[in-house]
């Protein structure tokens, strides 16, 4: 049991970096995309 536990929190621990990463590249295109438009 102990086994599918550590299992699944590693599962959750990687997704949580999937997250991050996906949030961090969502925030520096917003950025980026706000910055563009104010140049125009």
């Known amino acids: 049991m102990s086994e599918v536990i550590s ?3 590693d ?3 990687s997704l949580e ?3 991050e990463l996906v949030e961090a ?3 520096s ?9 104010e140049m125009l």
């Open 25 to 27: 590249k969502t925030e």
């Open 7 to 9: 299992k699944i929190s």
């Open 11 to 13: 599962k959750l621990k």
């Open 29 to 37: 295109s917003e950025f980026f995309n706000l910055g563009s438009l």
């Open 17 to 19: 970096k999937e997250l």
